[in-house]
């Protein structure tokens, strides 16, 4: 099996993350009896699980980034990916090779019993990391908790970000509901911390971990700027490349966590690493006169975050090239971003769960933002937008991890 014929393979099953009717597993039996026809290889690893709405993707590159500086080997996995399913496996920083994803991919698809995507390349990960003999397995949770593939994975440190309305028909309607999902994966004789989050999610989570809990709020925001974000933590001065306030509170969050996993924090490395640390998709300035920012912001919590990072970095409006998928709150991302959104270019994802656009313009009438042009494809909505903007301009992308994958396949930079 080649890398084209392991893509072709893994479009043949199961993918929640496309289909609108998949539904999701009430158990993960199912899977533990799939890892036991592949010798279990996730209980030989030890490391971190984290959870949450927000945060989750940048605070496991950043542990992998803490833990490399420190001298330990590292798997990461990851999810969604931009363009390509190697994106969510690395070894040590670098991604998956081609051959390596196909060999594995093949291997699993030897076992009699199917599972899904997700499935398949938490496997896959679980494989991979066991052989190379990683010292530290960094998991990034798919979806909720409980009930996702990654939460066989028996961790050090379960970690859970911010947690906010996401995912409702899945998780459930309230914050609460939802809490009670991402804190299934806090494991009773574990380590468990958390970000700051809402008094009622601190109650779920307190009550979920019996009170095995740590929650981190111990840092200062000293400037964000096109360069990246500085931070103070107990007096001492952290300066990385990723751009905003919350990643301050997601590196925060990560150097505890390492803290507690016995990994020796030492100020000078950490600086030295995230420094230059930048992730895909996360503030990504890709051009300049005009700016074009992508950010994989997909939910009203996150668009507020970004919202704040743009009004810190620019400090005036953009020209908004927007879509999201159609289970997303539009109406509530939207008001969330129009005091900064000169304009909106609406468009739509290559992608099955897709928005309709229309449903983008009539929410942004109805939260008053002007609608500068509609473009069903993305690429071409983002050259319009490009087109249409002076050398001061800044253009945003953002609304969904997807609509940048399509864009950065083929950017038109």
């Known amino acids: 099996m080649n890398f084209s014929q392991a893509e072709k393979y893994l479009n043949s099953l199961i993918d929640r993350e496309k289909s609108q009717r998949a539904k999701y597993p009430e158990s993960l039996d199912h899977f533990r009896r799939f890892l036991i026809d592949i010798g279990n290889p996730h209980k030989s690893l030890k490391g971190f699980l984290i959870a949450g709405t927000k945060g989750k993707g940048s605070?496991?590159?950043?542990?992998?980034?803490?833990?490399r500086v420190a001298g330990y080997s590292t798997g990461l996995y990851t999810s969604p990916?931009?363009?390509?399913?190697r994106e969510r496996i690395k070894i040590n920083g670098k991604l998956i090779s081609k051959e390596r994803f196909a060999s594995l991919i093949e291997e699993l698809s030897m076992v009699?019993?199917?599972?899904?995507?997700?499935?398949?390349?938490?496997?896959?990960?679980?494989?991979?990391?066991?052989?190379?003999?990683?010292?530290?397995?960094?998991?990034?949770?798919?979806?909720?908790?409980?009930?996702?593939?990654?939460?066989?994975?028996?961790?050090?440190?379960?970690?859970?970000?911010?947690i906010s309305i996401d995912?409702?028909?899945?998780?459930?309607?309230?914050?609460?509901?939802?809490?009670?999902?991402?804190?299934?994966?806090?494991?009773?004789?574990?380590?468990?911390?958390?970000?700051?989050?809402?008094?009622?999610?601190?109650?779920?989570?307190?009550?979920?971990?019996?009170?095995?809990?740590?929650?981190?709020?111990?840092?200062?925001?000293?400037?964000?700027?096109?360069?990246?974000?500085?931070?103070?933590?107990?007096?001492?001065k952290i300066q990385m490349g990723l751009i905003g306030r919350h990643q301050a509170l997601n590196a925060t969050v990560a150097i505890s966590a390492c803290g507690e996993a016995g990994i020796p924090i030492e100020i000078e490395k950490i600086n030295k690493a995230l420094s230059q640390f930048t992730i895909p998709g996360r503030f990504q300035i890709v051009r300049k006169k005009p700016y074009v920012v992508l950010d994989g912001a997909h939910n009203v919590a996150s668009i507020k975050v970004l919202k704040q990072a743009i009004l810190d970095v620019f400090n005036r409006p953009v020209l908004l090239v927007f879509s999201c998928l159609s289970n997303k709150d539009v109406g509530g991302m939207l008001c969330e971003i129009k005091p900064i959104v000169k304009k909106i270019y609406p468009t739509t994802i290559l992608y099955p769960r897709?928005?309709?656009?229309?449903?983008?313009t009539n929410n942004s009438k109805e939260v008053g933002i002007e609608i500068a042009d509609i473009k069903e494809n993305p690429i071409e909505a983002l050259k319009k937008a490009i087109s249409d903007a002076t050398v001061d301009d800044i253009i945003l992308v953002t609304g969904s991890?997807?609509?940048?994958?399509d864009i950065l396949k083929n950017p038109p930079w």
Not at 137 to 158: H, K, M, Q, W, Y
Not at 206 to 219: E, L, S, T
Not at 401 to 405: C, D, H, N, S, V
């Open 401 to 405: 991890f997807y609509l940048l994958g």
């Open 354 to 360: 897709t928005i309709k656009i229309e449903e983008i």
């Open 81 to 85: 990916h931009l363009t390509s399913y």
């Open 59 to 67: 605070t496991a590159h950043l542990i992998d980034a803490i833990c």
């Open 167 to 236: 995912h409702q028909k899945i998780l459930g309607e309230t914050v609460e509901e939802i809490a009670v999902e991402k804190a299934g994966i806090f494991k009773a004789n574990g380590i468990n911390i958390s970000a700051p989050q809402l008094p009622a999610v601190e109650t779920v989570l307190k009550r979920k971990a019996y009170g095995n809990i740590k929650f981190i709020k111990d840092y200062e925001v000293i400037s964000v700027s096109k360069e990246g974000t500085i931070f103070k933590l107990n007096d001492d």
């Open 112 to 162: 009699k019993q199917k599972i899904s995507v997700f499935e398949t390349l938490t496997a896959c990960a679980f494989l991979l990391f066991k052989r190379k003999g990683v010292d530290y397995s960094i998991f990034e949770v798919g979806l909720g908790g409980r009930l996702d593939a990654t939460n066989v994975f028996d961790p050090e440190v379960s970690i859970i970000t911010p």
